[in-house]
C-alpha cells in the first residue's frame, strides 16, 4: 500500500487523533526492553536504546524520565518520501508555541507534544487541515 505524497492532499487528511495516556521517554543501557514495558517507539542509539513507553510502565520499572507527552497520531497515511508534511506540521505548532518531537512508522506519523497542551495541538492541526483543504481562507492559507 503506497503513501500519499501530495502535500495538500495530506495536510487536509491530516485527521489528528490524540491517543488517551500519559507517554515519557526513557532509555536503558544495551538493546533490551525491560520486562513487562510495551514500547511505543524504540530508537537505538549509541549511549542506549530510547524507549517511548506509557508513564504507568516507566514508573512500575523504575525508569526515568524527565518529560510527559500526549501522543498523537496523524490518520493520513504518508509515504514516508512525501515533501514537506514534517515541515508544515512543525511550523503550526511552532506559531502556537507548541514543542513536538515526530516519529514516522510506516503507515502515519505520530507527534509528542507536551501532555498538557495535547488537546491544544490537535486543534491547531485541525485548523491546518482545513486551512489546507480550502475550507479556511486568510493569511497563510494554501490558496
Given at each position: 500500500m503506497t503513501g500519499e505524497r501530495d502535500l495538500r492532499t495530506l495536510l487536509s487528511s491530516l485527521r489528528p487523533k490524540l491517543?488517551?495516556?500519559?507517554?515519557?521517554?526513557?532509555?536503558?543501557?544495551?538493546?533490551?526492553?525491560?520486562?513487562?514495558?510495551?514500547?511505543?517507539?524504540?530508537?537505538?542509539?549509541?549511549?542506549?536504546?530510547?524507549?517511548?513507553?506509557?508513564?504507568?510502565?516507566?514508573?512500575?520499572?523504575?525508569?526515568?524520565?524527565?518529560?510527559?507527552?500526549?501522543?498523537?497520531?496523524?490518520?493520513?497515511?504518508?509515504?514516508?518520501?512525501?515533501?514537506?508534511?514534517?515541515a508544515a506540521v512543525a511550523l503550526a505548532l511552532t506559531d502556537a508555541d507548541v514543542s513536538c518531537n515526530v516519529v514516522a512508522g510506516y503507515h502515519h506519523d505520530h507527534l509528542f507534544v507536551p501532555h498538557g497542551r495535547g488537546a491544544e495541538a490537535v486543534s491547531v492541526l485541525q485548523a491546518l487541515a482545513a486551512e489546507s483543504d480550502g475550507r479556511v481562507s486568510g493569511p497563510g492559507s494554501a490558496r
Open positions: 491517543n488517551p495516556g500519559r507517554y515519557v521517554f526513557t532509555t536503558v543501557p544495551g538493546a533490551v526492553v525491560p520486562a513487562g514495558v510495551i514500547p511505543v517507539v524504540t530508537v537505538a542509539e549509541p549511549e542506549g536504546l530510547t524507549l517511548v513507553i506509557p508513564e504507568s510502565e516507566a514508573l512500575a520499572a523504575g525508569l526515568a524520565y524527565d518529560y510527559v507527552a500526549a501522543w498523537i497520531t496523524l490518520r493520513v497515511h504518508s509515504a514516508l518520501d512525501a515533501v514537506g508534511l514534517t
